[in-house]
């Protein structure tokens, strides 16, 4: 049975968990929205109120701390990036302290977030901020030294320059993919 007013519904749980946004309280978070659904938007109430809050180091620390075996790392990255994509279209400045918390230290978790919300970004034609979360990306996927996700980087990068109409760097990304 689904609640008939799903956001609201959201809201009041996640008042409900306002006081837990430590990075434990929110991998809980994402653990419990793998088995009910209206916990996601709860998970992204308390996201977008961190960022709002300039207290976006807890989202990264959170990111960070979610290995791959975490039953809610899927829905924690989906969640995240949804977040970012949201924050790059109407509040430019916590995206970029967002960006800048996501950047040390670097890792796995944070560059599949930033390409999940740069995708996002581009399909919204948001392209100048979906090329800011890729250079964070790319970066943070030199220092970790893996090459699968450099690749798919520059591979993203490539399409966000072709979406702009520029053609000849989106080859040389797509080149060095």
Known sequence: MRFAFDQLFEYLLAARHERDHS????LDLAQRATEFRSYRGVLGFVLQELARSDRGAMIADALDRCGNAHAGREVLVDVAAAVLARLARSHARQYDRVLGTLAD????????????AAARMTSERQHERAEKALTVAGLESSALRRTDLQAEVAQLYGI???ACDRNPEAVEALRNA
């Open 105 to 116: 230290p670097p890792s796995e978790r944070d560059v599949e977030v930033l390409c999940r």
């Open 160 to 162: 966000v320059l072709s």
């Open 23 to 26: 990075p434990e309280g929110i």
